[in-house]
């Protein structure tokens, strides 16, 4: 199953952007759903954003809704977020993951060998 491998975090002031990647490890990535989750330290993981296998379908979280946009480039078997305005709790690792669609990612049925090991972004005020 594919696997993937998420990039592009850092240190970042508030207020600032970052663009965080989600590389695929083969083809069969274009046939995926795709989500963005975050963890921060001493939570639970939550989903930020999902994009059906085609683009067409996008969905994110209250929490970042406006400032954050996913999108893919199914050619470069790659996902990004770009996330605008950034906050102090937004503060979180980063990750990744595929699934059939986009409602599978809402209700966590991902593939769970896709996981990568996460990008930390970290976002001071």
């Known amino acids: 199953q594919v696997q993937l491998v998420e990039s592009g975090g850092g240190l970042v002031q508030a207020g600032d952007s970052l663009r965080l990647s989600c590389a695929a490890s083969d083809r069969t990535f274009s046939g995926y759903a795709v989500g963005w989750f975050r963890q921060a330290p001493g939570k639970e993981r939550e989903i930020v954003a999902g994009i059906s296998w085609s683009g067409g379908s996008t969905f994110y979280a209250d929490s970042v809704k406006g400032r954050f946009t996913i999108s893919r480039d199914n050619a470069k078997s790659t996902v990004y977020l770009q996330m605008n305005s950034l906050k102090p709790e937004d503060t979180a690792v980063y990750y990744c993951?595929?699934?059939?669609?986009?409602?599978?990612?809402?209700?966590?049925?991902?593939?769970?060998?896709?996981w990568g090991q996460g990008t930390q972004v970290t976002i001071s005020s």
């Open positions: 993951a595929a699934a059939t669609s986009t409602v599978a990612l809402i209700t966590g049925e991902t593939f769970r060998s896709s």
